[in-house]
C-alpha cells in the first residue's frame, strides 16, 4: 500500500508551524482510516479515526516525536504512526478472517469462525481487537442469551470469537486486553444435558441400509460412522494405509479431531471393526495409494473434512427416509448410540473416551443421565435388601441339629 504523504505532518519543523487547536489535523492512510495529530501546546498525539458506514470511532495510540526523539514503541514519527495506525484500524472481523484462514492451514474445521462470524453484530465487527472491552463482549454474549439461543450453541459460538481474538492478540504484542477476552467471553454454565438422540441397534441398523439405498459411497461413511461412533470430520480423513483388515482383529487407525483446548497434535486411534466391514472396505480400497481417501464419494472425489453441508444434507434425507425426525435424528445420533452401546456392554468409560476421541469428563457429563436411565434400574435392583433373606421369612427356617422340623 502507498505512504500517504503529509508534508505538514511529516516533521516536527512542519507541525510546530500549525496552529494550536483541539481539533486533530487529520490525513487518510486507508480507506476509511485517517491517522490524526493533535497540535497542542506539550506533547502532542498521535491518533486513529475509523469511519465505517454509520459506525465511527477515535483512539490515541502515541506521543509524536516533536519534543523528544522517536524510538518506534511509544514515541514515532509520522512514517511510524502511519505504520502503526493501519494494524490498529482491523477490526474484530478481520480477527475471524485471519482465524479461519489459520484454520484452513491447520486442517481444522473453519466452522468454529463462521458460526462466530455469524452472530457477529456491526458495532462489534468493526471495533479493533485492542479496544474491546469486557461490557463490549459481555453485551454480545448475554444479546445472543436474549434472542433465544440456546446455551451449549452460544458456548460453541463465543469460544470461537475468543480463539480468533487470541490468534490475533498472539500476532500482534500490542493486543493487551486478553482479560477482557477471558472474562467478557466467559462461557455459560450448566449446559451439558444427557445425550437423547441414543437408538437401539435395529434403528442404526435401519439408517445404515436406507443410507446404502440413497448413495452406496455415503452408504459405506455412514456404515464407519455407525461402528465407530467417530465425527464425519474424521471419517472423511481416512486415508486406504488406516484400514488394518489383514489380521484376525480388523481395525481403522482413526485420526483424531482437532476439538480441545490449543494446538492439539493430530494422532490416530486404532478402533475395532466388525469382519464384514473391513472386508467390505478391503474392495473399496482396492489397489489405490495408502495416501488416497478411504471413503471416496461415487464419483471418487473425497468427503470433505471442513465442510460437511453435504454430507448433512444427505443424512437429512436418509432419516427421513427411515422415519425419523431429522431435526432430532442426526449424523451425532450414531455417535451417541455408539458411545452408550460400549458402556452398556461394560466397556470401561476411559476406555469409551479414547475410543471415540473425547474425555472421561465428558463422557460422564453428557452420557451419565442416560445410562442411569436405560441400565440403572435394573442394576440397582441387584443390591436392593431382599425381604425374603429376613430371618423371619418362613423359607429362611434353618433346622437346627438335634431338633425337630
Same mark, same amino acid.
Given at each position: 500500500?502507498?505512504?500517504?504523504?503529509?508534508?505538514?505532518?511529516?516533521?516536527?519543523?512542519?507541525?510546530?508551524?500549525?496552529? #494550536?487547536?483541539?481539533?486533530?489535523?487529520?490525513?487518510?492512510?486507508?480507506?476509511?482510516?485517517?491517522?490524526?495529530?493533535?497540535?497542542?501546546? $506539550?506533547?502532542?498525539?498521535?491518533s486513529v479515526r475509523v #469511519?465505517?458506514?454509520?459506525?465511527?470511532?477515535?483512539?490515541?495510540? =502515541?506521543?509524536?516525536?516533536?519534543?523528544?526523539?522517536?524510538? !518506534?514503541?511509544?514515541?514515532?514519527?509520522?512514517?511510524?504512526?502511519?505504520?502503526?495506525?493501519?494494524?490498529?484500524?482491523?477490526?474484530?472481523?478481520?480477527?475471524?478472517?485471519?482465524?479461519?484462514?489459520?484454520?484452513?492451514?491447520?486442517?481444522?474445521?473453519?466452522?468454529?469462525?463462521?458460526?462466530?462470524?455469524?452472530?457477529?453484530?456491526?458495532?462489534?465487527?468493526?471495533?479493533?481487537?485492542?479496544?474491546?472491552? *469486557?461490557?463490549?463482549?459481555?453485551?454480545?454474549?448475554?444479546?445472543?442469551?436474549?434472542?433465544?439461543?440456546?446455551?451449549? /450453541?452460544?458456548?460453541? *459460538?463465543?469460544? $470461537?470469537?475468543?480463539?480468533?481474538?487470541?490468534?490475533?492478540? /498472539?500476532?500482534?504484542?500490542?493486543?493487551?486486553?486478553?482479560?477482557?477476552?477471558?472474562? $467478557?467471553?466467559?462461557?455459560?454454565?450448566?449446559?451439558?444435558?444427557?445425550?437423547?438422540?441414543?437408538?437401539?441397534?435395529?434403528?442404526?441398523?435401519? +439408517?445404515?441400509?436406507?443410507?446404502?439405498?440413497?448413495?452406496?459411497?455415503?452408504?459405506?461413511?455412514?456404515?464407519?460412522?455407525?461402528?465407530?461412533?467417530?465425527?464425519?470430520?474424521?471419517?472423511?480423513?481416512? *486415508?486406504? !494405509?488406516?484400514?488394518?483388515?489383514?489380521?484376525?482383529?480388523?481395525?481403522?487407525?482413526?485420526? /483424531?479431531?482437532?476439538?480441545?483446548?490449543?494446538?492439539?497434535?493430530?494422532?490416530?486411534?486404532?478402533?475395532? +471393526?466388525?469382519?464384514?466391514?473391513?472386508?467390505?472396505?478391503?474392495?473399496?480400497?482396492?489397489?489405490?495409494?495408502?495416501?488416497?481417501?478411504?471413503?471416496?464419494?461415487?464419483? !471418487? /472425489?473425497?468427503?470433505?473434512?471442513?465442510?460437511?453441508?453435504?454430507?448433512?444434507?444427505?443424512?437429512?434425507?436418509?432419516?427421513?427416509?427411515?422415519?425419523?425426525?431429522?431435526?432430532? +435424528?442426526?449424523?451425532?445420533?450414531?455417535?451417541?448410540?455408539?458411545?452408550?452401546?460400549?458402556l452398556l456392554k461394560g466397556v470401561p468409560?476411559?476406555?469409551?473416551?479414547?475410543?471415540?476421541? *473425547?474425555?472421561?469428563?465428558? +463422557?460422564?457429563?453428557?452420557?451419565?443421565?442416560?445410562?442411569?436411565?436405560? =441400565?440403572?434400574?435394573?442394576?440397582?435392583?441387584?443390591?436392593?435388601?431382599?425381604?425374603?433373606?429376613?430371618?423371619?421369612?418362613?423359607?429362611?427356617?434353618?433346622?437346627?441339629? $438335634?431338633?425337630?422340623?
Amino acid at each position: 500500500m502507498p505512504r500517504p504523504r503529509a508534508p505538514k505532518l511529516e516533521n516536527p519543523t512542519a507541525r510546530r508551524k500549525l496552529p #494550536v487547536r483541539k481539533k486533530p489535523y487529520y490525513v487518510a492512510i486507508s480507506p476509511g482510516v485517517f491517522l490524526g495529530y493533535c497540535r497542542n501546546a $506539550g506533547h502532542c498525539k498521535w491518533s486513529v479515526r475509523v #469511519v465505517r458506514g454509520r459506525a465511527e470511532w477515535t483512539d490515541r495510540f =502515541a506521543t509524536t516525536d516533536d519534543l523528544e526523539p522517536a524510538n !518506534g514503541r511509544d514515541v514515532l514519527n509520522y512514517w511510524q504512526a502511519v505504520d502503526q495506525a493501519r494494524p490498529l484500524a482491523r477490526g474484530t472481523d478481520d480477527a475471524l478472517d485471519a482465524y479461519e484462514r489459520d484454520l484452513k492451514t491447520r486442517g481444522a474445521d473453519p466452522a468454529n469462525a463462521q458460526r462466530a462470524r455469524k452472530h457477529l453484530t456491526a458495532s462489534l465487527a468493526d471495533k479493533p481487537v485492542m479496544l474491546l472491552s *469486557t461490557q463490549d463482549l459481555r453485551h454480545w454474549r448475554d444479546a445472543l442469551v436474549a434472542k433465544g439461543v440456546e446455551p451449549a /450453541t452460544i458456548n460453541r *459460538t463465543r469460544a $470461537g470469537l475468543r480463539a480468533a481474538l487470541e490468534l490475533a492478540a /498472539t500476532l500482534d504484542p500490542r493486543i493487551n486486553n486478553r482479560e477482557a477476552f477471558r472474562v $467478557g467471553l466467559k462461557g455459560l454454565r450448566n449446559t451439558k444435558t444427557a445425550r437423547r438422540a441414543v437408538l437401539p441397534d435395529t434403528d442404526v441398523l435401519r +439408517i445404515v441400509e436406507v443410507a446404502y439405498q440413497v448413495d452406496r459411497g455415503f452408504g459405506v461413511l455412514v456404515e464407519v460412522l455407525a461402528q465407530t461412533g467417530a465425527r464425519i470430520s474424521q471419517a472423511a480423513r481416512l *486415508t486406504c !494405509g488406516d484400514l488394518q483388515a489383514d489380521g484376525p482383529d480388523p481395525r481403522l487407525l482413526m485420526p /483424531t479431531s482437532y476439538k480441545g483446548r490449543g494446538e492439539k497434535e493430530r494422532q490416530q486411534v486404532p478402533v475395532p +471393526i466388525t469382519a464384514s466391514l473391513a472386508a467390505l472396505l478391503d474392495k473399496v480400497r482396492r489397489d489405490r495409494p495408502r495416501d488416497a481417501p478411504l471413503l471416496p464419494k461415487d464419483d !471418487g /472425489t473425497r468427503w470433505l473434512a471442513t465442510n460437511k453441508s453435504e454430507q448433512w444434507g444427505m443424512f437429512r434425507e436418509v432419516a427421513e427416509r427411515a422415519g425419523f425426525d431429522p431435526d432430532v +435424528i442426526t449424523c451425532y445420533a450414531l455417535r451417541h448410540s455408539s458411545i452408550c452401546r460400549a458402556l452398556l456392554k461394560g466397556v470401561p468409560v476411559s476406555v469409551v473416551a479414547k475410543l471415540h476421541d *473425547t474425555s472421561s469428563d465428558e +463422557i460422564e457429563a453428557h452420557y451419565a443421565a442416560y445410562i442411569l436411565d436405560v =441400565a440403572g434400574d435394573a442394576l440397582s435392583r441387584k443390591g436392593l435388601l431382599r425381604p425374603e433373606a429376613s430371618p423371619t421369612a418362613d423359607n429362611n427356617v434353618v433346622t437346627l441339629p $438335634g431338633q425337630r422340623p
